[in-house]
């Protein structure tokens, strides 16, 4: 059940103006509830009566986003280049709770990341207590000594500067240069530090899934998004749902 919030309170946290530009736009009768023109910035309202110059409100209770991420840019303010919310409306920067990536893809990484303001939605996708695997695309600079498989399947590969083992993962190869990778957990720039453990060098690196979600299913082009209700997308990740 939604509850009803001042309108002036809605429309600042989705990130559409201060409170008195909401004042100026209520005195002007471009926001409406329930078809009338609103009256004061403090009236009780649900989301989903209100209209900005006749639309609806953009995602009043909550936003989730399949986002395929471009390569050079980045998913966060700390990290140097484009940042990935240039391709999402300006207006989401400004939305409280704000959304922020479901884990994170490096700079030189495009494919699959999900962004939302849906914090156990963002739980259920990253711990690992829900196994939710990831799949990767990789390109090699070396050919594949053929030893990697079991290896990254073993569970005793060590990262450097880490004490704790990978999980096993799963690699299959598909050239001499070539392979995906199936992760069940996410540490810092794992892929390409796990071939570094064996010699060789990440050359280009795609996530093409997340779960039983795929880039490929979704057929959305780099640096395009498409939203999602938590509860679909969750099914879609679990496969208890297709596309
Ligand atoms: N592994 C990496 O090396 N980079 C990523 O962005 C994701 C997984």
């Not at 695309?137 to 073993?154: H, P, R, Y």
């Not at 093409?208 to 997308?233: H, M, P």
Request: glycine residues 8%.
């Amino acid at each position: 059940m939604q509850k009803k919030e001042r309108l002036e309170k809605i429309l600042s946290n989705l990130g559409y103006g201060a409170r008195k530009d909401v004042a100026y736009w209520i005195r002007s009768g471009w926001v409406m509830v329930n078809g009338e023109k609103a009256k004061s910035g403090s009236q009780k309202v649900l989301a989903s009566e209100v209209m900005l110059e006749g639309k609806a409100l953009d995602h009043p209770y909550g936003l989730t986003v399949v986002y395929h991420k471009p390569l050079d840019s980045v998913c966060s303010r700390k990290e140097e280049g484009r940042l990935i919310y240039s391709d999402f409306p300006e207006r989401w920067l400004g939305r409280k709770p704000a959304i922020s990536s479901v884990g994170r893809l490096d700079k030189q990484t495009s494919g699959l990341l999900i962004l939302t303001d849906d914090g156990q939605l963002n739980h259920k996708i990253t711990s690992p207590k829900h196994h939710i695997a990831k799949t990767y695309t990789v390109t090699l600079a070396e050919t594949l000594k053929g030893d990697e498989a079991e290896t990254f399947a073993s569970g005793t590969l060590i990262l450097d500067s880490e004490d704790t083992p990978c999980l096993p993962a799963e690699l299959t190869v598909t050239g001499e240069k070539t392979a995906t990778i199936v992760l069940h957990e996410g540490r810092y720039h794992q892929v390409r530090r796990m071939f570094g453990a064996v010699g060789n060098h990440v050359s280009s690196l795609q996530r093409t899934d997340i779960g039983a979600l795929s880039l490929q299913s979704l057929n959305i082009q780099a640096g395009e998004y498409q939203t999602f209700e938590a509860d679909t997308l969750l099914n879609l990740i679990l496969g208890t749902t297709a596309i």
